[in-house]
């Protein structure tokens, strides 16, 4: 019912920045949380940041402070904007969605991941 589009990945510079995208599509009101998740070469998927339809917002210490996560609803977008990049930030970005409809069984998305590499 939904589809997740990730852009905005690249090479950046220590301390530079980048803002990611994910473009939602299909049954898009029925998402009530969205998040960034992110995965480096030998490690196991972590929770980035995540927001909810409540306004509840989450981050992993590893980047609070650095990290923002916003969702544009007219555009069906969530952004993660990242400043102050480092070196350990080095990893494939994905968005994810979580949906709720009408069942109540609760649905899990995933776009298909950008990447961020940051070197000098």
């Known amino acids: 019912q939904v589809q ?3 852009s905005g990945g690249g090479l950046v510079q220590p301390g530079g920045s980048l803002r990611l995208s994910c473009v939602a599509s ?6 009530f949380a969205v998040a960034w998740y992110r995965q480096a070469p030998g490690k196991d ?3 980035v940041a995540r927001t909810s339809a409540s306004g509840n917002t989450d981050y992993s210490d590893s980047v609070k402070g650095r990290f923002s996560i ?3 609803t007219s ?3 969530i952004y993660l904007q990242m400043n102050s990049l480092m070196s350990d930030d080095t990893a494939v970005y994905y968005c994810h969605a979580a949906t709720q409809g009408a069942t109540d069984a609760v649905s899990h998305y995933w776009g298909q991941g950008t990447q961020v590499t940051v070197s000098s």
């Open 4 to 6: 997740l589009v990730e």
């Open 45 to 47: 998927r972590e929770l």
């Open 26 to 31: 299909g049954y898009v009101d029925e998402i």
């Open 75 to 77: 555009k069906s977008t």
């Open 70 to 72: 916003s969702a544009d």
